[in-house]
Nanobody, 123 residues
């Protein structure tokens, strides 16, 4: 059974940091790209970042470049999203997802999804 479980969300002040974690099981980890997506209220889900099985990564929105860092631990089947200098506009539910192909930022191209973790940036 495929499972993706996100953790690490919470409430943080502007300028603060959070590290999101995605734990994966039930599929052949080595073949999958893992992506982070987010969805704010009344907005479409958007790609944030993705990392391939070999460790190549991409950042899908300019607003997170230089602030967010994606990483992957292939021994633990974990992917992380380190988020620094958080802004109120980063507030959203963050999801991790898996796809058996190369890097991509389109939600419709991902096969498996977690339930999401809420990130709220507010003073």
């Amino acid at each position: 059974q495929v499972q993706l479980v996100e953790s690490g969300g919470g409430v943080v002040q502007p300028g603060g940091s959070l590290r999101l974690s995605c734990a994966a099981s039930g599929f052949t980890w080595d073949y999958y790209t893992i992506g982070w997506f987010r969805q704010a209220p009344e907005k479409e889900r958007e790609g944030v970042s993705a990392i391939s099985s070999s460790g190549d990564s991409t950042y899908c929105v300019d607003s997170v470049k230089g602030r967010f860092t994606i990483s992957r631990d292939n021994f633990k089947n974990m992917v992380y999203l380190q988020m620094n200098s958080l802004k109120p506009e980063d507030t959203a539910v963050y999801y991790c997802a898996a796809r058996r192909r190369s890097l991509g930022c389109l939600a419709q191209e991902y096969d498996f999804w977690g339930q999401g973790t809420q990130v709220t940036v507010s003073s």
